[in-house]
């Protein structure tokens, strides 16, 4: 007899600011519906300047969320490996620009916190390049750590 395993909803950030970012956000958002589950929500792609460090090109970004049976460190895995596959280089010299960069903001409302995850992502209530793009298709998604929702974190971050 088969059992069911339970969905999860996975919110994606998912940016780009070198070469044909559009493109690279399309090939983003298939292979993570290909290999980590059913596309539930996409946000319109918004253009903003690099975080934390200087670039030519701005970034374009886009969130999705999808449902999927898989566990967080498997779709860390899996993201990783579509990044590197699209030409991402990891220098590990902080910030830089990439072809693709994708990023787990939410897991349902789970706190993990492992050497390689932290979800939800550390950073996101300072990230008004990822706050605008989430409030759009989860305005009332309440942060599980901070307990404030997405269009709060961005009024904060106004």
């Known amino acids: 007899m088969k059992t069911n395993k339970s969905l999860h909803s996975v919110f994606f950030l998912n940016g780009s600011n070198l070469g044909d970012r559009i493109r690279f956000l399309e090939i983003a958002e298939q292979s993570l519906c290909q290999h980590i589950g059913r596309l539930v929500a996409r946000s319109s792609v918004y253009e903003s300047e690099p975080w934390g460090f200087s670039a030519e090109q701005n970034f374009l970004n886009q969130v999705l969320i999808i ?92």
């Not at 566990?71 to 693709?100: D, F, M, Q, V, W």
């Not at 932290?118 to 759009?136: G, S, T, V, Y």
Request: hydrophobic residues 35%; aromatic residues 6%.
């Open 67 to 158: 449902e999927t049976e898989l566990n967080p460190h498997e779709i860390l895995e899996t993201a990783g490996k579509i990044e590197t596959e699209n030409g991402r280089i990891r220098s590990g010299n902080g910030y830089s620009s990439r072809t693709l960069d994708i990023d787990i903001l939410y897991y349902d409302s789970l706190i993990l916190n492992t050497p390689d995850l932290q979800i939800p992502h550390r950073r996101l209530h300072e990230r008004r390049f990822a706050l605008l793009p989430l409030c759009e298709i989860a305005p009332q998604f309440l942060h599980p750590v901070l307990k404030l929702t997405s269009e709060q974190m961005l009024h904060v971050t106004n």
